[in-house]
């Protein structure tokens, strides 16, 4: 169908510009010499098609690449981590002083309530407050992730 439709405009492009050539000229080669151009317009058409083509295949080949090397390179428990940190500095940041200061004893530092108490000459009741003060309030600020810990066991 495409040489029939080739050799159909050549045949009207003769026919339209019958009038500007020579009474001498030979017509059956100026047909064939059109239809040897609208081939290769043809073709033209269709290498720079391809051409497109590939290219934009390559290119999606090289995101997809850029993706799967990005997810590969993600590691979610290190995002995850960072997030719960400075979620939890944030807000131990926002604790009094001395709440502030006994949890990190405790959390931080491993000291023992006893050890907490005597190091600040306080009783061990006022350090299982303030480390309960600091918990419920961390509760408070990493409660989008309480489902998330439960789900995974954290």
């Known amino acids: 169908m495409l040489a ?3 050799a159909v405009e050549s045949f009207m492009y003769y026919w339209e510009n019958r009038n500007k050539l020579e009474s001498h000229s030979n ?16 073709l033209r058409q269709q290498r720079v098609k391809e051409d497109y083509v590939e290219y934009e295949k390559n290119n999606a080949t090289r995101k997809l690449n850029l993706r799967v ?5 993600c590691d979610p428990e290190e995002i995850f981590s960072k997030e719960v940190q400075e979620i939890v500095d ?7 002083v001395e709440t502030r200061d006994i949890f ?9 309530h006893k050890d907490i108490a005597e190091d600040l000459n306080i009783s061990t009741k006022t350090v ?4 309960t003060k600091a918990l419920s309030v961390l509760r ?10 439960i789900f995974f066991g954290i």
Do not use: G
């Open 4 to 6: 029939e439709d080739i």
């Open 27 to 42: 017509v059956l080669a100026y047909i064939l010499t059109v239809v040897k151009h609208k081939c290769l317009d043809y």
């Open 69 to 73: 090397t990005t997810l590969e390179a």
């Open 90 to 96: 944030h807000t131990l940041l926002k604790l009094p």
């Open 104 to 112: 990190i004893r405790s959390r931080y530092h491993n000291q023992n």
């Open 128 to 131: 299982e407050f303030h480390i």
């Open 140 to 149: 408070v600020a990493l409660k989008d992730y309480m489902s998330v810990w």
